[in-house]
């Protein structure tokens, strides 16, 4: 009888467990699907392409307006300074873009735009401009919206490979 009341208060004492762990489980898929939800409904511009500086580089102030081709160039450069005014309704962007490498890097970059619900503007229409960046330089990139609709933007860079500068 003894053995009997031993095996109910311990098969008891599991299913209390099992059922503990159930809701401990349950609150942390609502909680992960809570965040989930909140951080889908953020208008933030999408990442068509190319990695994200504030992936490599975190805590750098600008790093969301940034977008590069790979980690070694994240490690090399960063947006310094952001200036924007309005030139007849167009969003006017003057972006200081810093090197922390020693050597010179052969960029081009590109300005995507986009709307307030972070669509993409004019995909594919804004040129890749050359940019020579000496060591430990910043540079002022300019950069004219296309049409009055942009409310965001992001700054595109990848490096030149060699072979295509050297003669």
């Not at 401990?24 to 500086?53: D, I």
């Not at 580089?57 to 952001?82: R, T, W, Y």
């Amino acid at each position: 009888m003894k053995s009997n009341m031993m095996t109910t208060i311990a098969a008891t004492i599991n299913t209390a467990r099992s059922t503990m762990i159930n809701k401990r489980s349950l609150l942390l898929v609502a909680a992960l699907s809570t965040t989930l939800l909140l951080s889908a409904c953020k208008n933030v511009p999408p990442v068509t392409s190319g990695m994200g500086s504030d992936q490599i580089a975190p805590g750098q102030k600008f790093s969301k307006h940034l977008q590069l081709d790979n980690a070694e160039l994240g490690k090399k450069l960063h947006i310094s300074d952001i200036r924007s005014r309005s030139h007849n309704d167009l969003l006017e962007i003057n972006l200081s873009l810093t090197s922390t490498y020693k050597k010179s890097l052969q960029l081009q970059y590109q300005f995507q735009w986009f709307d307030n619900d972070g669509f993409v503007i004019e995909a594919g229409k804004s040129p890749w401009q050359f940019l020579d960046l000496h060591g430990m330089q910043t540079a002022t990139v300019p950069g004219l919206a296309p049409t009055t609709k942009v409310a965001s933007f992001s700054l595109y860079v990848r490096a030149v490979p060699e072979k295509f500068f050297k003669f």
